[in-house]
């Protein structure tokens, strides 16, 4: 692991990100993210109290940048890793349950998966707790298809005699889950690679949504789903928006009419009318 440090950034350049996967770069910029040199961004999120910090550390090699989000008054860490001769800036969303944007953090962690779209997002789960955390896993899930799921504190889960099926749970989700104890760096190497693998298209999530709701809803989330994917093909979850737009969440809405989500115009009424139809 190599972090972040001026001599690294003169031999890897500032047009490394010219032609890598970290095409965003105005949207990262906008949420405060200097892109200079670095070919990929993991996003680190998770539920308070997984040990989120603690991998984070041990990635980054304990050193990282602190700072605000543009606008908050949330705290925001920046880190740094280098694998396989790629670099990667490492962010850490503030720990959160939910990313239904009810409080500030977890506004912050979602507009920087959904407007940021990292090349990764690591969601840190605490594997004494799983039921609890895959609450906010299968909402990540909704939003992006390229995570990775760090199963960490399983030094406690072994000591509660918990046993967890790491490759069944993979199956079922869709995307890697990694076992590990990042207090004692077990497990690191594997998320590394991990992490390589779905930044670099080794490894293609499929991951898991949830399909539910009357004919009505499903009719309705297919009609704006369609108009969604033709005013904005490469948007990777228009699913999620149709669901945010038909539960009138005022920031999707708002990211929408302002052209932020890729210039969709979809207007309140003619909502309406699909949600009717």
Known sequence: MVNNNKSEKTVIGTNACATCPAHHVANLKKL?????SWDYVVALAGNPNTGKSTVFNALTGLKQHTGNWPGKTVTRAEGGFSYNDKRYKLVDLPGTYSLLS??????????FILFGRPDVTVIVVDATRLERNLN?????????????IC???????RRHQLHID??????EL??????TSARQGD???????????VATGVFVC??????????????????????????????TNPRWVALRLLEGDPQIIDAVRSGELGGLNVTADQMDAIAVG
């Open 32 to 36: 405060g993210v200097n892109m200079e």
């Open 102 to 111: 009810t409080s500030v953090d977890e506004e912050v962690a979602r507009n």
């Open 136 to 148: 906010l896993v299968l909402q990540v899930l909704e939003i992006t298809d390229r995570a990775v």
């Open 151 to 157: 199963l960490n504190l399983m030094d406690e889960a």
């Open 166 to 171: 790491d490759r069944l749970l993979s199956k």
């Open 174 to 179: 869709g995307v890697p889950v990694v076992p």
């Open 187 to 197: 497990g690191i190497p594997d998320l590394l690679r991990a992490i390589n693998d």
């Open 206 to 235: 499929q991951p898991h949504r949830i399909e539910s709701g009357s004919k009505k809803l499903k009719r309705a989330i297919n009609q704006l789903v369609t108009k969604i994917e033709a005013e904005y093909p490469r948007l």
